[in-house]
T-cell receptor
Framework: DAGVIQSPRHEVTEMGQEVTLRCKPI?????LFWYRQTMMRGLELLIY????????DSGMPEDRFSAKMPNASFSTLKIQPSEPRDSAVYFC??????????????FGAGTRLSVL | SQQGEEDPQALSIQEGENATMNCSYK?????LQWYRQNSGRGLVHLIL?????REKHSGRLRVTLDTSKKSSSLLITASRAADTASYFC????????????FGKGTMLLVSP
């Protein structure tokens, strides 16, 4: 398996523009996570999907952020409009949830977002 | 809020030495996991220890868990330059869904 695939790897945009980050989880995994990593705040969970359904979006900063998972093999994280403080590395991770807590997560390589 | 807090924040050692990193957490857990992150890469799972386990080994890695003190340690023996990375502990809640809470990490530098 190719692992979790994220695109793009790098994104540079101007304030106010819409940004869409994409993720393809590992085939067969039923849980998907979006994280944001910054030096100041570390790794923060933004949203968690289980079987394509959003379970916990309490980490989504504000209404400018939205995430979708239309099927088991694809998810997007959208920021509209983007702001300089959104600059960070965004990671997608997936896992196989067998009904117990705390399964191993497999991370993509991340998208480094710079909002000018 | 951060559940796991690693200590030290940064560690610099020579090749061949052992590296020890600690993690403290605040609430009950199902398991505790350690991940490694190389510069510019995603996190990679290293080892998982369940709440009813006290010690676990994997190659040059040794993890201990003390649930009474709510702490864990990761020992890397005979370190190599390739071990240079950031190391994170992550805690899983006792029940419920699969979310993990990550600490801010320990940055390890192994010099040749």
């Amino acid at each position: 398996d190719a692992g979790v695939i994220q695109s793009p790897r790098h994104e540079v945009t101007e304030m106010g523009q819409e940004v869409t980050l994409r993720c393809k989880p590992i085939s067969g995994h039923n849980s998907l996570f979006w994280y944001r990593q910054t030096m100041m705040r570390g790794l923060e969970l933004l949203i968690y999907f289980n079987n394509n359904v959003p379970i916990d979006d309490s980490g989504m900063p504000e209404d400018r952020f939205s995430a979708k998972m239309p099927n088991a093999s694809f998810s997007t994280l959208k920021i509209q409009p983007s702001e300089p403080r959104d600059s960070a590395v965004y990671f997608c991770a997936s896992s196989l949830d067998r009904g117990q807590a705390g399964h191993i997560q497999y991370f993509g390589a991340g998208t480094r977002l710079s909002v000018l | 809020s951060q559940q796991g807090e690693e200590d030290p924040q940064a560690l610099s050692i020579q090749e061949g030495e052992n590296a020890t990193m600690n993690c403290s957490y605040k609430t009950s857990i199902n398991n505790l996991q350690w991940y490694r992150q190389n510069s510019g890469r995603g996190l990679v799972h290293l080892i998982l220890i369940r709440s009813n386990e006290r010690e676990k080994h994997s190659g040059r890695l040794r993890v201990t868990l003390d649930t009474s003190k709510k702490s864990s340690s990761l020992l890397i023996t005979a370190s190599r330059a390739a071990d240079t990375a950031s190391y994170f502990c992550a805690t899983a809640p006792p029940s419920g869904y699969s979310t993990l809470t990550f600490g801010k990490g320990t940055m390890l530098l192994v010099s040749p």
